[in-house]
């Protein structure tokens, strides 16, 4: 019933920007803390940004701070991560997550995940 899908990846050129997307059904949206994590091959899942069912309290990973914004619409159900800046090493897929506790950085805490986007960014 729970659905996540993210849109919006793509290949760019290191310096350049992309708008993740991520549209939730099935799931009472405000109520739940929104995040993205990322993955590459032979690596665990790591965190990147999250963004409380309000909006009003977010969090980064110190590696995308500055270049990266989270953003939620509860109006259309979707949580956005704008990407500026983009290097190399942010190259991954890129899943949205969902968790009905609190703004956590750790994968296991969310309860719901998207099937992931793929960015590629060139140098």
């Known amino acids: 019933q729970v659905q996540l899908v993210e849109s919006g990846g793509g290949l760019v050129q290191a310096g350049g920007s992309l708008r993740l997307s991520c549209a939730a059904s099935g799931l009472t949206f405000y109520r739940y803390v929104m995040a993205w994590f990322r993955q590459t091959p032979g690596k665990e899942r790591e965190f990147v940004a999250a963004?409380?069912?309000?909006?009003?309290?977010?969090r980064y990973a110190d590696s995308v701070k500055g270049r990266f914004t989270i953003s939620r619409d509860n109006a259309k159900n979707t949580v956005y991560l704008q990407m500026s800046s983009l290097k190399p090493e942010d190259t991954a897929v890129y899943y949205c997550?969902?968790?009905?506790?609190?703004?956590?950085?750790?994968?296991?805490?969310?309860?719901?995940w998207g099937q992931g986007a793929q960015v590629t960014v060139s140098s």
């Open positions: 997550a969902a968790d009905t506790a609190f703004v956590e950085t750790i994968s296991s805490a969310y309860d719901y």
């Open positions: 963004i409380s069912g309000s909006g009003g309290s977010t």
